[in-house]
């Protein structure tokens, strides 16, 4: 016999859970007992806000491909926790919640921090359950991970009444994950795919989602060369696929460059390969038609949700990514200038201007283009800076970005400790802003605790920039509620047992990262930046001289 907590501890450790971030609660003690004797197995990674922690999770699932684990407490836990489960959602990310919830008995009385989580989450998560009884325990855990992990992945919610945890149970644990198979597309309808390519004039392919394999992305790289089609990636995918390749085209995203919205814009036939067309990668759907784009549209995903959701294709493909990248035979036309110039314009678009600031960012990130490994992982939250390590730096094969697609500040952080926590012995560089990074700093210590220590570089310019761009296009010079007074981030690192300094100029940035490479105990560089220095070519001033003379 053994209670709900130690079956359900069993349970995931069979279907390969080895990571747990989370922040503990009485509500769930049974099964933080059964983690006690897990440690080196099943490890919990003790955190300092539920948000850090479901984001660390969300992180956890989009790197590694297994469902993050994430374990909160009921009421306020589970709602700081519900912005990791939003931005799981929008990225494609596998990942569970367990939290804590009111013993059976008392349910539906408005108990201390009851929650209804069906209601809560429902909208949220692709799946939201409570667990009422401890023999489901391995049903509704097995559902979970398949659930979290296939069609599109997703996060996926259980509550567990207190009481359930407790009881006890000859209930067998789970012994395997079951393993699920790619949904494949038959061989006519890859025929008709590859006969729309072959008709085009300017075909081209848009990828994204997470679950890509190693093989799958190859094959889709070999297609591609041998083909000589433009890849873009959708929003904050451009690590699924190597940005070296001759083929590679950029992002589409926020901020999308020219050449990336004169590409989907001018396309005659797109190949749509794990792309559920967020508004970002749509440029808030302009440049397809909804719903019938006039581009001829071959729209591949493993879940038959997303085909047809917001474009009708005329070809819609039930396959998962890789199976079907690996069914791809090479086609020919005469497209080879659409695609040279397409990347022409990529590569011209790491030329940005010398910046009107002590800490250039062209600069900065130029630097790291060249000493990085190639297997970094770079994360950011959200904001203005992120256009750093979004747009001037190229992700390699083995390189990856966690980026949220939710557009969830404070993501960074959590997610450069989760990185570290997946894969100790790579380098893990997280871009913050100033207010990006102050959304979850506390989750230093976490970072300490754990032995997880990332490179953070926070670029310090004073303000909100992302709504102070926007004030300054529409509200010019009448500044509200977007300018910051900050602390000593070095000093603050430091309390943390960070290596922490102060950058103020370009030139002193090298020999600050050599020395953040060296430290043993990670490092946060506090880099000084204008805030003129908004966007890599327009300056705050210059946004606000055009929107005043552009009033009536």
Not at 135 to 147: D, F, G, Q, S, Y
Not at 368 to 386: C, K, M, Q, S
Not at 405 to 423: D, H, L, N, R, T
Request: net charge negative; charged share 15%.
């Amino acid at each position: 016999m053994q209670n709900g907590g130690q079956l359900l501890v069993s349970s995931l450790q069979a279907l390969g859970a080895s990571k747990a971030f989370g922040v503990p609660g009485e509500s769930y003690l049974a099964v933080l007992d059964a983690l006690h004797d897990t440690q080196g197995q099943l490890d919990f990674i003790l955190c300092r806000n539920e948000g850090g922690a479901a984001f660390m999770a969300s992180a956890y699932g989009k790197l590694t491909g297994t469902p993050g684990i994430c374990m909160v407490t009921r009421g306020p836990g589970a709602t700081n926790a519900s912005i990791g489960v939003h931005t799981a959602m929008q990225d494609s990310s596998p990942m569970i919640l367990f939290v804590g919830q009111v013993g059976t008995d008392m349910k539906g009385r408005e108990a201390f921090q009851e929650l209804d989580y069906r209601a809560v989450f429902g909208t949220m998560a692709k799946w939201a359950v409570e667990i009422d009884r401890v023999e489901r325990i391995p049903e509704i855990l097995a559902r979970a991970w398949v659930t979290a992990t296939t069609g599109r992945p997703g996060p996926v919610v259980i509550a567990l009444p207190e009481d359930m945890l407790t009881s006890l149970t000859d209930t067998p644990a789970l012994t395997a994950p079951a393993r699920i198979a790619e949904p494949a597309a038959t061989p006519e309808t890859i025929a008709d795919a590859l006969g729309l390519l072959r008709k085009a004039q300017r075909p081209l392919i848009l990828l994204g989602g997470t679950n890509w394999t190693d093989a799958g992305r190859s094959a889709l790289q070999q297609f591609a060369e041998t083909s000589d089609i433009p890849v873009l990636a959708a929003f904050r995918f451009q690590d699924q696929f190597d940005n070296f390749s001759p083929v590679f085209t950029g992002e589409a995203g926020v901020g999308m460059l020219p050449h990336a919205k004169a590409l989907i814009r001018d396309a005659d036939v797109i190949l749509a390969i794990n792309v559920r067309f967020g508004e970002m990668t749509t440029d808030g759907y302009t440049l397809l038609s909804v719903p019938n784009a006039a581009q001829h549209l071959i729209h591949v995903h493993g879940s038959d949700r997303e085909i047809g959701k917001i474009y009708q294709p005329v070809l819609g493909i039930h396959a998962g990514p890789n199976a079907f990248a690996r069914a791809l035979t090479p086609v020919q036309g005469a497209w080879g200038d659409w695609r040279s110039n397409a990347r022409a314009a990529y590569e011209a678009s790491f030329n940005a201007p010398a910046q009107p600031s002590p800490v250039d960012m062209v600069a900065v990130t130029a630097h790291l283009r060249d000493i990085l490994p190639e297997d970094v992982v770079l994360t950011n939250g959200a904001g203005n800076f992120t256009v750093w390590p979004n747009k001037f730096f190229k992700f390699g094969k083995n390189a990856r970005l966690l980026a949220p697609q939710s557009g969830a500040m404070g993501y960074g952080v959590p997610a450069a400790i989760a990185a570290k926590v997946a894969y100790p012995a790579r380098r893990v560089v997280c871009f913050a802003g100033d207010g990006d990074f102050q959304m979850n700093c506390q989750e230093l210590a976490t970072a300490a605790q754990a032995g997880a220590q990332p490179i953070i570089l926070i670029v310090n310019n004073g303000i909100y920039g992302t709504i102070r761009a926007h004030q300054e296009r529409h509200y010019p010079a009448r500044v509200s509620g977007t300018t910051m007074v900050n602390p000593d981030f070095a000093a603050l690192a430091r309390a943390y047992g960070f290596h922490g300094e102060r950058v103020e100029r370009t030139e002193d940035f090298a020999a600050a990262f050599q020395r953040a490479l060296a430290s043993e105990t990670g490092a946060v560089l506090d880099l000084n930046v204008s805030p003129e220095a908004i966007t890599p070519r327009q300056t705050l001033s210059q946004m606000r001289a055009a929107a005043q003379a552009a009033k009536p």
